[in-house]
């Protein structure tokens, strides 16, 4: 006899987070160097390009956590959107367009234009509240060192106040060890976002999500964990041979969700984490060579692919009763 998954008067809903490798348009911002990404740069981006990148990142999106929860997710956080006009028109794509989905981003001084957003269905979540956190660096001649900003959401699910706080990470472009002091930076910028949360409400419900750049075990995600006694799901998944991302022929789970404590409680009218994994499909894949089971990307170097991104999403499911 077949268990039915879902308990009596169960609520099961998805929360995902993607990396979907620099959604451009094709139009060139003054502002920020997106030069790398246009119809006249060496990549050759295109209308074409930019249109099959909505359709297919806008099928993962809907795809998400489908098996297990029968719809779309709830929420979204993004990572690599250049503005606001190609998140409308990924919201208004052939898989999203009848999702209810609204967004909430504000433009970063990030100097290659990328930020993060955090999509959601507005029958779910009714966003109250939202503000973003600059993290502050500077370079090796004591310039400012733009990043990306950290993103608050706010508001109630399923008439539950949640609080959402979206990020990504500098990157490790110029090495693990060099850059590792502006990850810390930007994990004591989170944990100065929920001591601003727990004054106003002390059991207040957290989720923090995003391209950490780092993987669980990392300096900066356990100062994270451990400032507020948050719980990371993400820990159990990572392996030889699975992650978010690869490079070298070697896996990295930089993408993860942490959690407040209070999402294991077990009274009635919460919410409550009940799994968490990496949306690993086998189409996100590379079929075939060298990159076998890597992420199927939509450029490789100055070579346009066609895929989806450099990163796998990652999802939790969450319960309320």
Known sequence: MRLNFFKPKEKRHTIAFYNIENLFDVFDDEITRDYDILPTSEKRWSVKGYKNKLRKIGYVISNIGLKEVKKHPAIVGLAEIENDAVLKDLISSKHLE?????????????????????????????????????????????????????????????????????NHWPSRR??????????????????????????????????????????????????????????????????????????????????????????????????RYVKANIFDEEYLKESEGKYKGSPYRTYVGKHYKGGYSDHFPVYIIVSKK
């Not at 001649?141 to 706010?154: A, K, Q």
């Not at 419900?205 to 993987?215: E, R």
Request: hydrophobic share 40%.
């Open 98 to 166: 009848e999702h209810n989905y609204s967004f909430v981003h504000y433009n970063s001084l990030d100097e290659r234009g990328i930020d993060v957003a955090l999509l959601y269905d507005a029958t779910v979540f009714k966003v109250a509240f939202s503000k973003t956190f600059t993290v502050h660096l500077k370079d090796e001649d004591g310039d400012i060192d733009h990043t990306r900003d950290i993103l608050l959401v706010s508001g109630l699910f399923e008439g539950i106040e949640l609080h959402v706080i979206v």
């Open 174 to 271: 110029t090495g693990d060890l060099e850059t590792a002091h502006k990850r810390l930076k930007a994990s004591q910028k989170v944990t100065e976002i929920i001591s601003f949360l727990k004054e106003k409400n002390p059991v207040a419900k957290v989720i923090v999500m995003g391209d950490f750049n780092d993987d669980p075990n990392s300096n900066s995600l356990k100062a994270l964990e451990l400032s507020h006694g948050l719980f990371n799901p993400m820990r159990t998944l990572i392996s030889n041979d699975r992650g978010t991302t690869s490079y070298n022929q070697k896996w990295n789970l930089f993408d993860q969700f942490l959690v407040t404590y209070n999402f294991f409680e077990r009274k009635k009218k919460t919410l």
